[in-house]
């Protein structure tokens, strides 16, 4: 199974910038399909964004498409989240997941499909 580091959370003011990392160790083999979810104080938790390895079609929730960008470094392992414009509903705890299926844009969005998870990074945006 592997490991999953989540990284870069912060405070930010509304209409900033922040960029999550999560670093995936032990069997990289299990990280095919890598995502980001999220949860607010109250909430279930949600989908973000996700990216498959070799694949340039990352697929993002409807909510952050055209602010948020997915990114992934093979080479490293790695899997980040580039969070501009940011509005105070973008509050929440981050998560990173991986899986090691090749994920379907049905499937990407649903939490029971990943089989790994980070501990979480705090973003906090002020109005």
């Known amino acids: 199974q592997v490991q999953l580091v989540d990284s870069g959370g912060g405070l930010v003011q509304a209409g900033g910038s922040l960029r999550l990392s999560c670093a995936a160790s032990?069997?990289?083999?299990?990280?095919?399909?890598m995502g980001w979810f999220r949860q607010a104080p109250g909430k279930e938790r949600e989908f973000v964004a996700a990216?498959?390895?070799?694949?340039?079609?990352?697929y993002y929730a409807d909510s952050v498409k055209g602010r948020f960008t997915i990114s992934r470094d093979s080479a490293e392992n790695t899997v980040s989240l580039q969070m501009n414009s940011l509005k105070p509903e973008d509050t929440a705890v981050y998560y990173c997941a991986a899986d090691h299926r090749s994920l379907t844009f049905a499937t990407m969005p649903l939490m029971g499909w990943y089989g790994s998870w980070g501990r979480g990074t705090q973003v906090t945006v002020s109005s």
């Open positions: 990216i498959k390895w070799g694949d340039s079609s990352p």
């Open positions: 032990g069997d990289t083999h299990s990280s095919y399909t």
